[in-house]
Structures are given as structure tokens and as C-alpha cells.
């Protein structure tokens, strides 16, 4: 008897050590379930890198560590041209990359790349959030989008030669890919589609004679140690349109715990995003101010006349478009929705007084940084 209670025992110990077991493993499976690839073609140093790898870092602790990022910055994983393809076939599980570099691939969506007359990268990325949300392209569709956002308004940085008026640029090659690069050939300049990692030797080298970026890129990508001179264009210069999309897959495998904490946190670092990507413009700035670089603006009637020259530009995208499908109206619909969101975002961050390192006078601080 006294055997039996002894087997017992033991018997209900090795059954409860099995259970405990059982429910340690299954969440130790639960904790190690995801692994998420996540890219950039940005250098590591850059605000875009460390911001992501803070969001990669952000998820890991929200959730427990029952979700794990792998940062992969500088193109080591994906190269920009690569990213989209990349990730909606898991190569990378999140990427990071912007429109032009696929140019045609995402028409809809370079609506936004139209020299609308942006006044800074704040406005311009409420407005490609809003336009996404109310257009939502079908050349979005193999993908999740998590956010998107723009660069700030560029400006036109040479090397040589200074800009001062329109004629200026006749003669002149510009890094300017995708629709950018309509906008440098409507004002008499040479576009060049150069990869950004590749800009820097190209200026140096004077295969290229300038670059139209945001002031941001002087650091980040050292343009300020190639280039004297630069001109804000912001008046009828376009944005960048970036996006982070994720692969459907490897967001559909999060589980159902996790997914209002993923959702959550995109929608903290969108807005994010849109702060960085407005406050980057004043560090490119100021160490353009460091390394000697010259800044200049376009007079208003200076500006006027640039408006005009690159009105083709948007013409010829609505020409484009019809070609492609869509109906007139539909694509002026766009194109007047843009310019409102513009004019609301506008009025919204002079309200808040968001100030921005270009723009026109509401919106730059009140005493020069320098």
C-alpha cells in the first residue's frame, strides 16, 4: 500500500513537472515565433538608420521580446532600386526606400513628387499620409504599408557654379532621378538618375555638376565637403516620397496579442518619421554653414517665373496617367486634393508653430540658428 501511495506520488510529480513543462515551452515557442528582417539603404550614422533601429529596439521591449528585429542598414541587405521587390518577397520582412528609385513602378503614388510648391517636409508628410488614405493605390497591394513620409523641399546644391536665376541652369547636369529629374529638365538643366550612395563621387569627380536633395544631405551624405553653393527651391521644388512596407506574411504571423501593439507603435513612429525627417534640414544646414557652403533663395519674382516652367511637369503627368487608365478627372481630383492638404498642413503647422529650416517666412525660427 504504502508503495502504491509512494508511485502515486511520484507519478503526479512527473505529470506536473510535464504540464509546467509543456506550458514553459509553449511559451518559449510564443517568445522565439517571430524574427523580423528589417532594411534600409541609409547609412547606419543617419537619422533615418537610428530612428528605425529604434523602433526595431522600441518593439523588441513592448513586446516582451516575443518579437526580434535584425537591423540592416547601408543597402547590406537590400539596395534601394532592390527594396521593394525585396520585401514582398521576404527576402527582408520591413524595408525602408523611396519612390523614385523604382520610377513607373508606383505612378499613382508620384503624384506626390509633383512640384506642388511643399514648404517642408512636416507638411509634406501629413499630405503623402493623407493622400495614401484616401487614394489607396492598387501598387501598394503586394505589400503592408506602415507609414510613409517625405524628405524635406530640396534645394539645388552645385558644386561650381552658382544659381541665382532660371537661365542658370542651362548647361548644368543634376542628380535628379524620377520625377525630380522632370523638374530639373523643365528648368533647362541635365537630370541624372545617380544612386544616392554614388552622388558624393560623382560631384567630386565632375561627372555630375550638382545635386537637387534636401539641406540634410550635406551631412549625412557629406555633400557639404563637394558642393559651394545651394538655392531653396521650395516654391515649385518636389519631395522624396518615401515609404516602410512589411511583408503581408510576416505580418499576418504575428499573433493576435501582438498585432495592437505593432499597429500602435507604426502609428507612433509615422509621426515620428515626419518630425525627424523636419528636423534633419536644420543639421544638414548647419553644417553646410560649417563647411563653408553658400545659401541662397529664390526672389519672389524669381520664383514666379520657375512656377511656370515647370507646369509641363504636372501637365504631363495628368497626360501620363490618362495614358495609363485612369480618367482626367480622376487625376486632377488627385492632384487638387494634394494642393489642399498643402494649404491645410500649411495653416496647421503655423498654428503649432513647427518651424522648418526652408519654407517661406511663417515657418523659419524666429532668429537665425547661426
Known amino acids: 500500500m504504502k508503495q502504491k501511495r509512494v508511485f502515486g506520488v511520484v507519478l503526479g ?42 523602433f526595431c529596439r522600441e518593439l523588441e521591449r513592448r513586446t516582451g521580446g516575443q518579437v526580434k528585429a535584425d537591423f540592416f542598414a547601408g543597402g547590406s541587405l537590400l539596395s534601394p532600386v532592390a527594396m521593394f521587390d525585396g520585401v514582398s518577397r ?29 514648404p517642408s517636409a512636416w507638411v509634406s508628410g501629413q499630405v503623402m499620409n493623407d493622400f495614401y488614405k484616401q487614394v489607396r493605390p492598387k501598387e501598394f497591394d503586394a505589400v503592408k504599408v506602415l507609414w510613409m513620409n517625405t524628405s524635406p523641399p530640396s534645394a539645388i546644391a552645385t558644386a561650381k557654379k552658382p544659381i541665382r536665376k532660371l537661365e542658370d541652369l542651362k548647361g548644368l547636369t543634376i542628380r535628379a532621378p524620377g520625377v525630380a529629374g522632370d523638374v530639373i529638365k523643365a528648368l533647362g538643366g541635365t537630370p541624372a538618375p545617380t544612386p544616392m550612395p554614388e552622388v558624393y563621387d560623382a560631384i567630386s569627380k565632375g561627372v555630375i555638376d550638382g545635386e537637387a536633395s534636401n539641406f540634410e544631405t550635406l551631412r549625412t551624405f557629406r555633400f557639404a565637403e ?16 518615401f515609404y516602410l512596407v512589411m511583408n503581408k506574411d510576416s505580418y499576418a504571423k504575428l499573433p493576435a496579442d501582438i498585432k495592437p501593439i505593432f499597429d500602435g507603435l507604426v502609428g507612433e513612429y509615422k509621426e515620428q518619421y515626419i518630425a525627424m525627417w523636419n528636423a534633419v ?40 496617367m490618362v495614358g495609363k487608365g485612369f480618367s482626367e478627372a480622376e487625376v486632377r481630383g ?37
Not at 509543456?22 to 528582417?37: C, D, E, N, T, Y
Not at 492632384?335 to 503655423?350: E, G, L, P, V
Open 13 to 54: 510529480a512527473v505529470l506536473c513537472v510535464g504540464f509546467l513543462a509543456s506550458i514553459l515551452f509553449a511559451g518559449m515557442a510564443h517568445a522565439q515565433a517571430v524574427r523580423l528582417k528589417v532594411a534600409t539603404y541609409f547609412p547606419a550614422p543617419a537619422s533615418q538608420s537610428t530612428l528605425l533601429e529604434e
Open 90 to 118: 521576404g527576402i527582408a520582412d520591413i524595408g525602408y526606400s523611396h519612390v523614385y528609385y523604382t520610377t513607373g513602378r508606383m505612378p499613382v503614388t508620384e503624384a506626390i513628387g509633383l512640384p506642388l510648391g511643399y
Open 226 to 241: 563637394v558642393v559651394k553653393h545651394t538655392i531653396s527651391v521650395w516654391q515649385i521644388t518636389n519631395p522624396f516620397p
Open 281 to 320: 534640414d536644420f543639421v544638414g544646414r548647419d553644417y553646410g554653414v560649417e563647411k563653408g557652403v553658400e545659401f541662397s533663395e529664390l526672389s519672389p519674382e524669381e520664383a514666379a517665373r520657375w512656377r511656370a516652367a515647370v507646369e509641363p511637369v504636372v501637365e504631363n503627368y495628368v497626360k501620363t
Open 334 to 370: 488627385w492632384i487638387k486634393f494634394i494642393r489642399d492638404r498643402i494649404d491645410f498642413w500649411t495653416k496647421k503647422q503655423i498654428a503649432l508653430r513647427i518651424t522648418s529650416a526652408a519654407g517661406p517666412p511663417e515657418l523659419k525660427p524666429a532668429a537665425p540658428r547661426r
